[in-house]
């Protein structure tokens, strides 16, 4: 029988107590963000899907069409092709896309490149229903920003 | 506890728990053979959510391995990518700078905080209570943000890298990890202890239930909380300390008794430890480099390694295979979950649903981790 | 004596002709440590070898170091091995061996005949060490499939065990330990599971992590994606 009116009197304290709690809690600021009203800033390491990095001096991709990028990547993301036109020394980029279905930011396609070629992006409002919108075009993006 | 009524054998039927079910926190079946509402035979159906690490490992380059290590256990990523980089630092006899290893432990331990106040969230969940949950992910959210700092990312982490990390902390960081740790420390008496710990629908909930006893354990080669949980002091960052582990002073809180309210306990004291670990890292913290010169592709010799770190759920273990080649022979992982699991079944017989529902919840499952 | 020579000699059960040399070498050893006690300071010059092989014994916080077991298992017994065993292929003798644990992360390792994991299971059993885990190896080339089996114990007395045994890979057979150890049920179906391999006498040998009706072994090497 004791038990019995020691489980009432616990079972009402704990109820006090939480609701005290939830009472203070209650008329606290609010914690969350309010999201479509207030945009958060990523963080500068903030990892997005990659994006090429334009030279500062000649506005062109700074990738000398190595292929490391490609080779390190261990879902295959990457798909690039370049050419070497006339009488220059170095291969001009002419395509850089990625595959963003499959990957996993893991960030060694930007460990592996030499120049300074790629970089993580701040996107983060990626949201679609069709795969083919995450088939970027690396070069196409990097065009339009300028 | 009263001992189940037993009936007859045509009296029993099936009751599905899963895949798709919430108390099983991703897609774990439990196919119950229910007298009615107690439990006469239970018995994991795993698989689906299998994805064959281990043969991707045998695929890809040791680098390339990486990302899949945080997609097992993808509340304590961290720890998963650490057990595998030691796996592979051992095999090619790679040094790791020191200032890299305190950045490891930190950001480890944050993440152990991390699973642990989620763990903490869901079961409550699991149990009818749903405020707890909003406190716990107010608190989580402020170690991803420190952790999306450095690493960049929220949940699987990539961070950890062959002979280092990839990238140093700042001095954000480390004052936002200590502004995070003071918060954390005012607000655990009050909303989580006061709140949850004392309540007595919790108590009256978890005492007594889901006992597990020592020999179980090892019998069926259980680690992490429930093993602690039943009275074994065993924990790897102790036994068999790794990285700088040693350098630190930190207690492993063993509980006697069991049943899920140790299980409960010994998480929660978990949490303290683990703060007390980033502390004594953060005063310790030594200035250098944060990355070892390693060769891009590696090739470690032939032969077979073993290195084991303790993630939040118990002892995670890889066993690496080389012979020679630039990818592993042979990648085994072993998760600790999928040992822990495999006594529900003897433990779960004779019990309430409800009950079976909290003890379940009190081995901590997160099933990508169990499918590999 | 520290846990890992009190093991070894345990796990040395198995093997009946290695014990007995082993037994020898120690007895040996023990003898000779005790002269080594016994004898003065001048002659330490030229016991320097015996003086390295008693530390060994009387050191009991480190694990022995290697060349005592190596010693112990090697001359005398290798011949016997290998006339008992004219099959028996590859560089390695069944025996127990002290890993270097820095190294590779176990301090012994067992390799043994496919019937004796078992009675690998029993001894460790006994010892108190719990089942870490169960996998398998496929050596393609060797046309061999290796088990492992992990042990560990959690008394706060750091060993690691690793037990191996080969089968051929046409005839992935070998005993169950689910009978000593209740949670290899699961590691044994997930071996049975990526690799073919049959546990005889184990309870529910069905597919754990793969679909029930999936009709391929992922992990042997001449399955390709
Ligand atoms: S590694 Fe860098 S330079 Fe080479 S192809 Fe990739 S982006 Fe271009
Ligand atoms: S981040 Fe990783 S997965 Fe993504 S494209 Fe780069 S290498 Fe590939």
Redesign the pocket.
């Known amino acids: 029988m004791s038990e019995y009116w020691n489980d009432i009197f616990g079972g009402t304290k704990s109820l006090l107590v939480g609701l005290g709690i939830t009472a203070r809690e209650f008329f606290k600021p609010v914690v969350t963000e309010q999201y479509p009203w207030e945009v958060p800033v990523m963080t500068p390491r903030f990892r997005g899907h990659i994006e ?1 990095v334009k030279n500062a001096e000649t506005g062109k ?10 080779r390190s990547c261990p879902s295959g993301c ?1 798909t ?1 092709a370049g050419k070497k036109p006339e009488g220059e020394k170095k291969k001009v ?1 002419t395509q ?1 896309e990625l595959d963003f279905t499959k990957c996993s930011l893991c960030g060694s ?1 930007i460990e ?4 300074n ?2 970089q993580f992006s701040k996107d983060y409002n990626l949201a679609s229903t069709r795969k083919e919108d995450y088939l970027f075009d690396l070069l196409k993006r990097l065009e339009e920003q300028s | 506890m009263t001992a189940p009524i037993r009936c007859r054998e045509d009296e029993t039927f099936v009751l599905n728990l899963g895949p798709q079910h919430p108390a099983t926190h991703g897609v774990l079946r439990v196919k119950l053979t229910m007298d009615g509402e107690y439990v006469v035979k239970a018995e994991p159906v795993l698989g689906y959510i299998h994805r064959m690490h281990e043969k991707m490992a045998e695929d890809r380059t040791f680098a390339q391995f990486m990302p899949n290590t945080a997609r097992m256990d993808y509340l304590h990523a961290l720890a998963y990518n650490h057990g595998y980089v030691l796996t592979v630092e051992r095999a090619a006899g790679i040094e790791v700078p020191e200032r890299a290893e305190y950045i490891r432990v930190i950001t480890v331990e944050l993440n152990r905080l991390t699973s642990h106040l989620l763990w903490w969230a869901a079961f409550l969940l699991d149990l009818g209570g749903f405020s707890p949950l909003l406190y716990a992910f107010d608190d989580r959210e402020q170690i991803l943000d420190l952790l999306e700092r450095v690493t960049g990312s929220r949940l699987t982490y990539c961070y950890f890298r062959f002979g280092g990390v990839y990238n140093d902390i700042d001095d954000d960081f480390i004052t936002g990890t200590r502004n995070f740790i003071k918060r954390l420390r005012s607000r655990l008496p009050r909303l989580y202890h006061d709140l949850v710990t004392k309540n007595i629908i919790l108590i009256k909930r978890l005492k007594d239930i889901g006992f597990v006893s020592k020999e179980q354990c090892r019998k069926y080669g259980a680690t992490g909380p429930l093993l602690r949980g039943s009275g074994v002091q065993f924990d790897i960052r102790k036994n068999e300390p790794y990285s700088v582990y040693p350098e630190f002073d930190f207690d492993i809180p063993v509980y006697d008794e069991g049943d899920c309210m140790a299980r409960y306990m010994v998480r929660m004291d978990e949490i303290e430890q683990s703060m007390r670990i980033i502390e004594q890292a953060l005063d310790k913290l030594p200035d250098g480099p944060v990355r070892a010169k390693v060769p891009k592709i590696l090739k470690p010799a032939a032969g077979d390694y073993y290195a084991a770190v303790e993630a939040a759920r118990g002892s995670f273990g890889c066993r690496l295979v080389c012979n020679g080649d630039k990818s592993p022979y042979r990648l085994k992982l072993r998760s600790p979950t999928f040992s822990n699991l495999s006594l529900f079944g003897e433990v779960a017989e004779g019990m309430l649903l409800a009950d079976a529902l909290a003890f379940m919840g009190s081995l901590d499952l997160v099933i990508p981790e169990i499918d590999r | 004596m520290n846990i890992v020579e009190q093991t070894r000699i345990a796990l040395l059960e198995l093997f009946p002709d290695l014990a007995a040399a082993d037994a020898e070498a120690r007895a040996k050893a023990e003898a000779e440590a005790a002269e080594a006690a016994e004898a003065v300071a001048p002659v330490e010059a030229e016991q320097e070898v015996t003086a390295a092989a008693a530390t060994g014994e009387a050191e009991t916080a480190t694990p022995p170091p290697a060349e005592e077991s190596a010693e112990a298992a090697t001359p005398e017994t290798k011949a016997a091995a290998a006339e008992k065993e004219p099959a028996a292929e590859g560089p390695r003798q069944n025996g127990v061996a002290v890993g270097d644990y820095d190294r590779h992360g176990v301090h012994l390792d067992v390799l043994c005949d496919p019937q004796q994991v078992v009675a690998a299971a029993e001894i460790l059993d006994q010892a108190g060490f719990f089942i870490e885990a169960i996998t398998g190896v496929d050596w393609l080339k060797e046309d061999q499939m290796e088990v492992i089996y992990d042990y560990n114990r959690n008394d706060g007395r750091l060993c690691r065990v690793v037990v191996r045994t080969r089968i051929p890979r046409a005839e992935p057979e070998l005993p169950s330990i689910t009978n000593v150890y209740p949670g290899a049920n699961w590691h044994e179906r997930e071996a049975y599971d990526f690799f073919g391999i049959r546990f005889l006498g184990h309870p529910d040998l069905t597919r754990i992590l793969l679909p029930e009706d999936a009709d391929f072994y992922p992990l042997l090497k001449d399955f390709t994606l």
């Open positions: 090429l991709p700074n990738c000398v069409v190595c292929g490391m990028c490609m990457i690039l980029l850089y396609c592996s490149c030499n120049f070629a790629i």
